[in-house]
């Protein structure tokens, strides 16, 4: 009996954080938080964050620039110098004709900098821009021939290299990793061009005092 209750508030507790996880979200957290507190060695370089926020920031900004670091391996005879070149070529595939604009800011780029980048994939001769026809003030960029010879290449070298990065990761982990953080990823995505231009503690006062006062469970993390 006093293992059910366990359970359930376990359960109870996972649910709060997480209101939209299956209960083999659940399964799989428990697994995991069992596995990893038995699992005593280093966790990551350089400075360890005493917090949680910041250890599991600083583990998926580390990540990130082993990926990055990687691709550039991977993209090695290939027109592409960085993997933001090639997010800049798999939107306009997949969005078959998208706004200079849209192009730039759905991949989470300054303005300036993505137009630099998308430049240079011009000059590369992996894109070309033409006037939107319902907007003379637009511009659209589709791939060219060449554009296209070079993601049918690319893809599969980004495909094999994030398999190579989680290789040692089973599926029900990774599962779980896209459960817990893609609500964060859709949140800020949402947000980051409302927040251009405010001041850091305006923002910080929007999402996270203004967040706790609304939902008093919250408080504690201010």
Known sequence: MEKTIELVNLWGAFATQHPDASIEDFCRHLLIHKRESENKGPLLGGVVPMHTDGLLMKLIGRIHKLHVF??????????????????????????GNPKKSELIYSNLLELSSGTDMVNRLKNKGLIKEFDDKDDKRS?????????????????????????????EMTEDDK????QLLKHIEIKFSGLVQKHKGETFDDIYKELVIESAEASPSKKSQK
């Open 70 to 95: 990687y691709a550039s391996a991977a993209f090695d005879g290939t027109p592409l110098g960085q993997l933001e070149e090639f997010g800049l070529l798999a939107t306009i595939q997949q969005r």
């Open 139 to 167: 511009k659209r960029l589709s791939l060219t021939p060449l554009g296209e010879k070079t993601m049918s290449i690319c893809i599969h070298r980004v495909l094999k290299l994030a398999r190579m990065m989680l290789y």
């Open 175 to 178: 599962q779980l990793c896209i």
